[in-house]
């Protein structure tokens, strides 16, 4: 166990230490001036904090709630599915996109939500009568399509891990339940949401996670501005900026600090939400 242990000291405990630490400190990489909680003083104060906070839950929001549902209806049709080899076929199918690099994806989505009439998703609708959408260019659009994006990028993953859920539910309690009567809607409602509901607290604790760590999508699209108009400044891009642009490496660690007590806070509440009161 030892190089497990050296490596968890090296490149975990460590840096998270030492982030505290440079937290505490004006520092620009090299030496630093203390200024005990100055730097999250600073940062609480910040309206730029508290805009890119304000984007990350609107996005957070709207990936948990567009992807995870999407990806568990996926997992059942193809958990339905009577041809096993079908099942695998299909696994793969929608897995693919998980292993393709998120810059690839954001480059070929900015081709595809390109803001004018040449766009794929433009042209598409202007078939149907519909007017062209700003997409990735107009800030009213800017944070749907990056979900799009996301959703159709991880749901491959997602869907594994239901699958993983949904068949770890005994066949013999649908028996039972067809026996007694129970229709197809009581089955899902007694049986496969309870069964599920350790996958469904991981997958939410899982994707809130993700989407408070959002930063290669939105960077690549908007930029260290999370461009259009800041839509996509990401508390991500806040600790990016402050770390790499201004070289205020304090700063920077005393936000992703912070952001970590978020994660960790909404964490708690989503295990109280889930836990069994049996």
Do not use: C
């Amino acid at each position: 166990m030892l190089p497990l242990i050296v490596g968890v000291l090296a490149f975990s405990l460590y840096p998270i230490g030492e982030a505290f630490r440079i937290s505490l400190y004006h520092h620009n990489g090299v030496r630093g001036i203390w200024t005990g909680l100055g730097n999250y003083d600073f940062i609480l104060h910040d309206t730029s904090f508290w805009r890119a906070l304000k984007n990350t839950v609107i996005m957070g929001l709207m990936s948990v709630g567009i992807g995870l549902p999407v990806s568990f209806i996926v997992a059942s049709l193809i958990n339905s599915l009577a041809f096993p080899r079908l099942s695998v076929l299909m696994k793969a199918v929608y897995f693919v996109p998980n292993v393709t690099s998120t810059i690839a994806a954001s480059i070929v989505f900015l081709l595809l939500f390109y803001p004018t009439e040449k766009g794929i998703a433009n042209t598409v609708m202007n078939l149907f009568g519909f007017a062209p959408l700003g997409w990735m260019a107009d800030p009213h659009y800017a944070q749907i399509s990056v979900i799009l994006m996301d959703t159709w990028h991880g749901v491959g993953y997602s869907v594994l891990i239901w699958l993983a859920g949904l068949q770890s539910i005994s066949r013999d309690l649908y028996e039972a339940a067809e026996v007694d009567g129970a229709s197809k809607l009581k089955q899902w409602l007694y049986i496969t949401i309870p069964g599920m509901k350790p996958v469904i607290f991981f997958m939410v604790v899982m994707g809130t996670i993700g989407a408070f760590k959002r930063f290669s999508e939105v960077f690549v699209i908007g930029g260290p501005d999370g461009n259009p108009g800041g839509s996509l400044f990401t508390l991500m891009l806040y600790v990016y900026r402050y770390g790499f642009y201004t070289y205020e490496f304090g700063k920077a660690a005393a936000a992703s600090y912070i952001i970590f007590i978020i994660i960790f806070a909404v964490t708690l509440i989503n295990f109280k939400m889930f836990q069994n009161k049996d």
